[in-house]
């Protein structure tokens, strides 16, 4: 959170709307029909709206599948070679988003999410809290409840990068 309210930055562009208008303008952004790549996606449809406390499931994507795990239930959807998936936060369980990527963008979605990594630390809005093998995994400071944990991570099989962002049962 900026003294503008939210700021969605990309080597592209950089969109700052105030606090209150933040998430319907990510919703009007995702709903725009602009080719994103995996990065903006992730950043659109996952962490700009989990930081708001303001996640939701798109209404303007067809559901690839819906699933039930544990009580909570998540649904998954495809737009173009990237795969997202929002949980519904059922059952007391905490909301989580994440897209997953493989093949040529899975390069520039690494990059992109190690950039800003580095900058969220540099804000001070986030402290690394693990580094497994080509990935981090970074926490919200004191700016947000429940914090929430930010990863990147990569499989080996298949070279699949996967971005996530999750509450967590922390508070600051």
């Known amino acids: 959170m900026t003294k503008f309210g939210v700021c969605i ?26 080719q994103a790549g995996a990065w903006e996606e992730f950043e659109t449809r996952c962490l700009v709206p989990m930081e ?36 519904d936060g059922r059952a007391n369980q ?17 990059d992109a999410g190690f950039e800003w990594s580095a900058r969220a630390q540099a804000d001070e809005r986030y402290n690394l809290i693990g580094e497994p093998v080509l990935g981090f995994v970074v926490r919200s400071t004191q700016w947000r409840e429940p914090k929430i944990d930010v990863s990147l991570s990569m499989q080996m099989k298949g070279g699949q990068f996967t971005l996530r962002v999750e509450e967590t049962d922390l508070e600051s």
């Not at 933040?22 to 602009?34: D, E, K, M, R, Y």
């Not at 819906?66 to 998936?85: C, E, M, Q």
């Not at 905490?94 to 979605?109: D, F």
């Open 52 to 87: 708001n406390v303001a996640l939701v499931q798109p209404d303007d994507l067809r559901h690839d599948k819906k699933f039930k795990n544990d009580g909570d239930t998540y649904s998954t959807y495809r737009i173009g070679d990237v795969k997202l998936a929002i949980s």
């Open 9 to 34: 930055t990309s080597a592209k562009r950089r969109l700052c709307v105030g606090q209150v208008a933040g998430p319907l303008w990510v919703v009007f952004l995702a709903a725009s029909g602009a």
């Open 94 to 110: 905490p909301k989580w988003c994440r897209v997953t990527l493989r093949g040529e963008q899975a390069r520039e979605l690494m």
